[in-house]
């Protein structure tokens, strides 16, 4: 079975700074997705970046960008110059195409300070 | 830009009473799925559904729970007879296929069981 494991129940940052949010999984299959969710206090869970795990290439998204590492099974979001709106729970999910669910890691939340 | 709509936002309701949460998803989306989120806890898979059937379902998804289509648009959850401990967010999502990757998710809809 896939898990996934975000290490970081929580992290604060202070406002322009860079922060890296951790996340593993396992799995033994060779072709998935992977994404991270950002909730903000308003609930609704927003996709803010996904790699299709083919690629070598780190996906990025403005500020946000990941390290995927394949063979370590990590892929960790990083975000750039940090805005207030920031704040947030960010949410690593795997997905693998052949199955129907999508697994969440249990989630970090980040909070950027003024 | 397209997205799940989910009803009713806020529902309180007495232990044993039961409840349907309605979600419309994207219209072009072929896969269809039910999420839980237990306050400040994990994002829980409760199950999964296409061509009108159930793909997969979770441990948290027993008799107590169904769901169904009904008219090609909704997609329904229903709690046959609510616990205390059925009180969370519950998350729509939806994705049109299952090598596209992006879920897309409503705002949720929170449960309060008393």
């Known amino acids: 079975a896939q898990t996934v494991t975000q290490s970081q129940p929580e992290m604060s940052v202070q406002e322009a700074e860079t922060v890296t949010l951790s996340c593993t999984y396992d799995?033994?299959?060779?072709?998935?997705?992977l994404f991270w969710y950002k909730q903000p206090p308003s609930r609704q869970m927003i996709l803010v970046i996904r790699?299709?795990?083919?690629?070598?290439q780190n996906a990025t998204e403005n500020r946000f960008s990941v390290n995927f590492q394949k063979a370590a099974k990590s892929f960790s979001l990083k975000i750039s110059d940090s805005q207030l709106g920031d704040t947030a729970m960010y949410f690593c999910?795997?997905?693998?195409?052949?199955?129907?669910?999508?697994?969440f890691g249990k989630g970090t939340r980040l909070h950027i300070l003024p | 830009e397209p997205e799940v709509t989910q009803t009713p936002s806020h529902q309180v309701t007495q232990m044993g009473q039961e409840v349907i949460l309605r979600c419309v998803p994207i219209?072009?989306?072929?896969?269809f799925y039910w999420y839980r989120q237990i306050l400040g806890q994990k994002v829980e898979f409760l199950v999964s559904?296409?061509?009108?059937?159930?793909?997969?379902k979770s441990e948290i998804f027993d008799d107590q729970f169904s769901v169904e289509r009904p008219d090609g648009s909704n997609f329904t959850l229903k709690i046959r007879s609510t616990k205390l401990e059925d009180s969370a967010m519950y998350f729509c999502?939806?994705?049109?296929?299952?090598?596209?990757?992006?879920?897309?998710f409503g705002e949720g809809s929170r449960l309060t069981v008393l």
């Open positions: 790699q299709e795990a083919y690629k070598q």
């Open positions: 219209s072009n989306h072929l896969y």
């Open positions: 999910a795997f997905m693998n195409p052949r199955e129907f669910e999508i697994i």
């Open positions: 999502a939806s994705i049109r296929g299952t090598n596209t990757g992006e879920l897309f």
């Open positions: 799995t033994s299959e060779n072709n998935y997705y």
């Open positions: 559904f296409y061509n009108n059937e159930i793909s997969e």
